[in-house]
């Protein structure tokens, strides 16, 4: 056994080494010890070890714990009642402990070994739940490491004294580590496994490149330029939208830096993927314009603002460029932007516009029972909407040169009629749609999703039976786990039946 004198230096050594604090090893080392004494003990005892701090020294007890009297002792040699234990100890209290020094024996190889197998246990538990405690919250930020080893495509690195891994899938394809390098990459997740805590990274997210400008790019960190959005295809093409805080500061200047060093520099370190900087802009229209750069553009439309949805329309020279290869340019310009970016040609949004008015008159023309010039008229003065004609003045509409007084009266009460139908068809429809009781005797259903059903149909218990995940999954806010909950759910007592 190792001489006492040696336990501090030992419990130091081994603190340094694994960045935790001593009294965390001798908690684990005082738990060893206990162990190996009740081992060594012919009972079934409770043993307690008290090792001193300064000389290594340690003390051993044997420990009852004490019980309320009308509890049922289920251990004599760890229990002892209440009454029996204030015979000696007058002050002591149930749940408090009665110790009693015993020799210190000392330990064969064997226990020796058990005991070294407790410590190493309880050093990893708390290395565990050091790791976690110190990176749980630094989830999203980039940190620096050091690779020790390349791993089948995996990247294991060394940060701060703790392992991480980076997977090939989470890695630039150029990038080429080797045993030694310096990295930098983004803290995805922390997770403990048997072998110890492991920091999950990733070199492949936008957060990457945002933190990279902020450490290159000074005037970030000072508050005077603010970085929006990023957008990558890793290892090839990236775009990353910047505002200036303080209208003095040119923000893409100040990101690419004297001859483009900034943005070298940031280039460098992932892998010589080339980035462009785009000035953001609170108007989506003019964003969506500078993040489709190096492309001119003609003209943006928004077809859906709550979906969205913008036309962008470029001359045929601009086209191929606007795209980007294999699209590239327009997909990076939607993640940068959180719109989506349909790019076309003048001619072919002339067409769409075409295709677009012809449906629109239509629906005016069986709406307001109204002839095809009357309804284009409407149309080509961007009445496109019943809601449009309805709060439309009239004094307007009398100014369109094909209208008179006596038609515009025509239109807007037959719009006023259409209207009303509409709200009586909704609430026939609202009333019909009523969830039935038995839809809300399938386990795991809720107010809103029974409300959601019946708006589509499924009114019943045996509706949603005969239901299957792809026709549910259609509905709004349904995701395939959450419809093959639901029919499950809901055929559960159809099996229980048929099982009978």
């Given at each position: 056994m190792v001489n006492a004198n040696y336990i501090p230096q030992i419990v130091q050594a081994l603190s340094d080494e694994r960045n935790l604090a001593s009294d965390v090893i001798f908690e684990a080392l005082e738990a060893a010890l206990a162990a190996a004494a009740r081992k060594k003990h012919v009972l079934d005892i409770d043993v307690a070890v008290v090792i001193d701090r300064e000389t290594g020294t340690f003390e051993t007890f044997r420990r009852w714990e004490v019980v309320e009297d009308d509890v049922l002792i289920e251990n004599p040699e760890r229990q002892k009642l209440l009454s029996e234990?204030?015979?000696?100890?007058?002050?002591?209290?149930?749940?408090?402990?009665?110790?009693?020094?015993?020799?210190?024996?000392?330990?064969?190889?064997?226990?020796?070994?058990?005991?070294?197998?407790?410590?190493?246990?309880?050093?990893?538990?708390?290395?565990?739940?050091?790791?976690?405690?110190?990176?749980?919250?630094?989830?999203?930020?980039?940190?620096?490491?050091?690779?020790?080893?390349?791993?089948?495509?995996?990247?294991?690195?060394?940060?701060?004294?703790?392992?991480?891994?980076?997977?090939?899938?989470a890695s630039i394809v150029k990038d080429g580590f080797r045993q030694g390098d310096r990295i930098r990459a983004i803290l995805k997740d922390v997770r403990s496994e048997p072998r110890g805590p492991q920091l999950i990274l990733d070199r492949t997210c936008p957060e990457l490149l945002i933190e990279l400008f902020k450490l290159e790019v000074p005037e970030t960190r000072e508050g005077l330029i603010e970085i929006k959005s990023a957008a990558r295809d890793p290892g090839l093409r990236a775009k990353i939208a910047v505002r200036a805080v303080d209208a003095k500061i040119d923000p893409i200047g100040a990101c690419v830096g004297v001859r483009g060093a900034r943005v070298q520099s940031v280039s460098k370190e992932i892998a010589g993927e080339r980035v462009d900087i785009v000035e953001w802009s609170p108007n989506p229209a003019q964003?969506?314009?500078?993040?489709?750069?190096?492309?001119?553009?003609?003209?943006?439309?928004?077809?859906?603002?709550?979906?969205?949805?913008?036309?962008?329309v470029v001359t045929e020279s601009q086209l191929s460029k606007a795209i980007g290869r294999a699209g590239q340019n327009?997909?990076?310009?939607?993640?940068?932007?959180?719109?989506?970016?349909?790019?076309?040609?003048?001619?072919?949004?002339?067409?769409k516009s075409t295709e677009e008015s012809a449906v629109i008159t239509q629906e005016l023309m069986e709406l307001l029972d109204v002839d095809e010039d009357v309804a284009m008229v409407l149309v080509q003065h961007d009445y496109t909407s019943m809601l449009d004609i309805f709060y439309a003045d009239p004094g307007d509409l009398e100014k369109i040169e094909q209208f008179d007084g006596k038609l515009v009266d025509r239109i807007q009460s037959r719009?006023?009629?259409?209207?009303?139908?509409?709200?009586?068809?909704?609430?026939?429809?609202?009333?019909?749609?009523?969830?039935?009781?038995?839809?809300?005797?399938?386990e795991g259903m809720d107010e809103g999703t029974a409300a959601t059903l019946a708006a589509y149909g499924i009114r019943t218990m045996e509706e949603l039976q005969d239901s299957d995940t792809y026709t549910l999954i259609e509905i709004p806010g349904i995701s395939e786990e959450r419809a093959k909950e639901l029919i499950l759910s809901a055929r559960a007592p159809m099996f229980a039946q048929l099982e009978q």
């Open positions: 234990a204030q015979e000696k100890y007058p002050d002591i209290q149930p749940g408090e402990f009665i110790e009693e020094k015993i020799p210190s024996k000392a330990t064969d190889r064997i226990s020796a070994a058990a005991a070294r197998q407790v410590v190493m246990q309880k050093v990893r538990e708390a290395e565990r739940e050091r790791v976690q405690r110190e990176f749980e919250p630094r989830k999203g930020t980039m940190l620096f490491g050091v690779v020790r080893r390349v791993d089948r495509g995996d990247v294991i690195i060394d940060i701060e004294g703790v392992e991480a891994s980076l997977a090939k899938n964003f969506v314009i500078n993040s489709l750069a190096p492309a001119e553009v003609e003209k943006v439309i928004s077809n859906q603002p709550e979906d969205k949805s913008v036309d962008v327009v997909r990076l310009a939607s993640q940068l932007t959180g719109w989506d970016i349909n790019i076309m040609t003048r001619e072919e949004r002339e067409q719009v006023t009629d259409a209207m009303l139908q509409q709200e009586v068809e909704d609430m026939i429809t609202a009333e019909q749609n009523v969830p039935d009781d038995t839809l809300y005797e399938v």
